[in-house]
C-alpha cells in the first residue's frame, strides 16, 4: 500500500525530529513518568498483560528510539522488532539499542515489511492516537495481519473518537475505544485483559491497556 498522509508527513519534518529530541529518555525516567502520571510504572504494568504469555517474537509498530523495546529486552525478551517513520529516530535507536537483540528499521504502518503472522506478538505504544480516523483500519489490517497470536496497546481512552489538540495544532491526534475498532473489525479477535487508568493530576485524562487474542 502507496499510503503517504499528512499526518506521516508532520512526522517526518522538523516536528518530529523535535518530538524524538524530547523523548530520548532511559528506563528509569520512562517508568517515573508512568508513576507521575497513573501511579504505576510502565515495566509493572508489562509484568502484569505479558507474565504469562508463551511469545518468542514481538514487533513494536511506531516504536520511535526503542524505549519500550528495551524496557522489554531487559525484562528477558528476545527477538525483538520494531518499525518506525521518522529516519532520524531510527538513526537514534541504533545507538541507544547498541548490542541489544532489539532490530529497528524504517517503516509504515500502513506497510509493514514483514510476511503475514510473522510475529507472535504486535504491540503499540501511543501510535494509534496518532492515525487519522480516515486512515486507522489501514493501520488496524495491517497490524492484525502480521500477528499470529497476540496483538497489546497502550493508548489514550475515549468513549467516542475525538479529536484533540496536540501541542497547539490540530488534526494530529484522536482518541477512543482501540479495543472496540479492533473486536468490531475482527470477528476473531478477543479481548483477554483490559485495565484503564485516570491520571492522577488530570482524572478527565484516561489511558487505557489491552490485550487481544486471535
Same mark, same amino acid.
Given at each position: 500500500m502507496n499510503t503517504h498522509t499528512d499526518q506521516m508527513n508532520k512526522w517526518e519534518s522538523e516536528f518530529g525530529k523535535k518530538y524524538t529530541n524530547r523523548n530520548i529518555i *532511559?528506563?528509569?525516567e520512562m517508568n517515573n513518568m508512568y508513576c507521575r502520571n497513573i501511579g504505576? *510504572?510502565? *515495566? =509493572? /504494568?508489562?509484568?502484569i498483560f505479558l507474565s504469562d504469555l508463551n511469545i518468542s517474537r514481538i514487533l513494536e509498530v511506531g516504536c520511535n528510539i526503542g524505549i519500550q523495546l528495551i524496557i522489554l529486552s531487559e525484562m528477558g525478551y528476545k527477538n525483538l522488532y520494531g518499525i518506525? /517513520?521518522?529516519e532520524y529516530a531510527v538513526d537514534k535507536s541504533k545507538e541507544i539499542t =547498541?548490542?541489544?537483540d532489539i532490530h529497528i528499521i524504517k517503516g509504515s504502518a500502513f506497510d509493514i515489511p514483514y510476511k503475514d503472522t510473522f510475529f507472535d506478538f504486535v504491540f503499540t505504544s501511543g501510535l494509534l492516537i496518532h492515525i487519522s480516523p480516515n486512515d486507522i483500519n489501514s493501520v488496524l489490517k495491517e497490524i492484525y495481519r502480521c500477528s499470529k497470536k497476540y496483538i497489546w496497546g497502550y493508548e489514550y481512552y475515549s468513549d467516542i473518537y475525538e479529536s484533540i489538540k496536540y501541542r497547539g495544532e490540530d488534526n494530529l491526534l484522536w482518541k477512543t475505544d482501540f479495543v472496540k475498532l479492533f473486536t468490531e473489525r475482527f470477528n476473531d479477535l478477543k479481548l483477554i =485483559?483490559?485495565?484503564?487508568f485516570s491520571y492522577l493530576e488530570n482524572p478527565e485524562n484516561i489511558d487505557t491497556m489491552y490485550l487481544l487474542k486471535k
Open positions: *532511559t528506563i528509569d504505576i *510504572t510502565r *515495566t =509493572k /504494568l508489562n509484568e518506525e /517513520l521518522q =547498541k548490542g541489544k =485483559k483490559e485495565e484503564r
